[in-house]
């Protein structure tokens, strides 16, 4: 493709891109297709020769959009929020042209630098005192491995790695069963066994952990030969937002001298908003908190902020310098790749420093504010509408429901808030997702997305509301 090519291609794509934006509302949120639909359309083989970009752009269109679930869309209250804005959409754009692979200080020496700053504004936004260190790594799940496997070599005085885990001690970890699914599979791959994740029970109205209950197990594994290395404590876990006491767990953790890391992959956007830093109270005790600007804090996928107390226990477990990939020359760098799981990274930190700079602080926590103020609005709405039941109490901007019309006899209302879920996602006005809490299926909503509003939020729940009187009669 020549440069003039490339030109008209570039700015094709921008204009698409700025009118798919400007467009997405119109659209049914989740994608209208049957499994297969899109597989089938696409060819068996692949070209010999190139094809016109006119027609490969127009099979964007044509093929793939209708398979596509829009996340941008201003009605999407499913899941936690991936949401992005158009500074980080710039950002990115020109992080696609730079496509620098930044493993090492002098790959990219801007990358690594960008990095260590912004890391340390996003650390200061959310209140996290000096003396921790922040790296963005590729995902929630790849800091908890991260902390998890620093957890598991901390315990072993730093053998593991070399002699292997068979005929050590056996390591235990703590958490309550509201922690992400990523805690379960980062306890597998880092050698612990599913029969070492300790459940911890819930209490209170943010369904956090014991800190007692977790007190009493640790002490008792002790006695018992085993030994406890890590506490994951989860600060709006994803099922209804549940919030461990932060405070109360890192005293425990301390007395036990065990490591403790906070998950806050969703919630901890929200920190910036010292309003909400209740919830994070003692987190300044932790050995390791993670947190995605790529959820809700505007900034696309794949960004999520990692914070350590000492960076030393992460790189003596994650680092590995073989003679290929030395500097030489050259002291008084990071390199980042011995802080994560991968190799190779992309120069991620360009779209938080657009982020940060072209909204300011201010503007974001006034975004973040807003979906809080909706979510808790629409909450006290559905409480006081007689055919629906607010299940769980909004935590930030998550709340759960479900439709429970008088008559409707128990054991139905899981089927028919079945149901109602597939019959609302199929409409396409909004799209909500489900959980479990206390054996019953409940309906998540959850505000967050960068371009919703207010009368998004009361237009989604009058389609919920249409919809359910319609499953009722039909
Ligand atoms: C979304 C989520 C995760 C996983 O995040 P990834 O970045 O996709 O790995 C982990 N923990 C919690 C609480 C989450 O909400």
Not at 223 to 249: F, K, M, N, Q, R
Not at 250 to 270: C, E, I, K, P, Q
């Amino acid at each position: 493709m020549d440069d003039e090519t490339f030109r008209a291609w570039a700015r094709r794509a921008a204009d698409w891109s700025v009118d798919y934006l400007a467009g997405v509302g119109e659209r049914p949120v989740r994608a209208q297709v049957a499994p297969g639909e899109i597989f089938r359309q696409l060819p068996d083989t692949p070209p010999a020769a190139g094809e016109p970009m006119e027609r490969i752009f127009s099979d964007l269109d044509r093929v793939v959009m209708p398979g596509m679930t829009h996340w941008q869309h201003p009605r999407f209250f499913a899941y936690f929020p991936a949401n992005a804005s158009p500074p980080s959409l710039v950002a990115e754009f020109v992080t696609a042209a730079l496509a620098a692979q930044c493993m090492l200080w002098q790959t990219s020496p801007a990358a690594t630098e960008l990095e260590t700053r912004v890391m340390d504004w996003l650390r200061q936004m959310i209140g996290l005192p000096d003396g921790f260190s922040g790296v963005i790594q590729d995902s929630a799940s790849g800091a908890t491995l991260a902390a998890l496997l620093t957890a598991r070599e901390r315990a072993l005085g730093f053998t593991g790695n070399a002699k292997g885990l068979a005929g050590g001690p056996t390591l235990r970890v703590y958490a309550s069963a509201q922690v992400h699914s990523s805690v379960d599979k980062a306890v597998r791959i880092a050698g612990y066994g599913d029969a070492n994740l300790v459940r911890i029970p819930v209490t209170g109205l943010l369904h956090g952990m014991d800190p007692d209950a977790l007190d009493a197990t640790i002490r008792a594994d002790r006695e018992a030969g085993l030994v406890p290395a890590a506490i994951v404590a989860c600060l709006g876990g994803t099922s209804i937002g549940a919030c461990d006491p932060i405070e109360a767990v890192a005293a425990v953790a301390r007395r036990h001298d065990v490591f403790l890391h906070v998950d806050a992959a969703w919630a901890g956007s929200a920190m910036i908003c010292p309003e909400f830093r209740d919830l994070m109270r003692g987190a300044e005790h932790a050995d390791s908190l993670v947190f995605n600007p790529h959820k809700w804090l505007f900034t696309h996928f794949d960004c999520s902020a990692h914070f350590v107390r000492d960076p030393k226990a992460l790189t003596d477990t994650l680092g590995i310098r073989p003679p290929f990939l030395r500097t030489l020359g050259q002291d008084g760098f990071v390199d980042y790749n011995e802080w994560s799981i991968p190799l190779g990274r992309r120069f991620r930190a360009l779209k938080l420093w657009f982020v940060i700079r072209s909204y300011g602080v201010e503007a974001l926590r006034g975004m973040i504010r807003d979906h809080v103020a909706w979510a808790r609005e629409l909450a006290e709405v559905i409480a006081a509408e007689p055919d629906f039941e607010l299940t769980t109490e909004p935590i930030l901007s998550l709340f759960t429901f479900r439709y429970a019309p008088a008559g409707a006899g128990t054991d139905d209302l899981d089927a028919l808030n079945a149901r109602l879920v597939e019959r609302i996602n199929d409409d396409g006005r909004t799209y909500l997702t489900q959980t479990r809490h206390d054996g019953r299926f409940v309906i998540r909503f959850q505000v967050g997305q960068t371009t919703t509003t207010r009368e998004d939020v009361m237009m989604a729940w009058a389609a919920v509301k249409e919809i359910a009187a319609g499953l009722r009669a039909g």
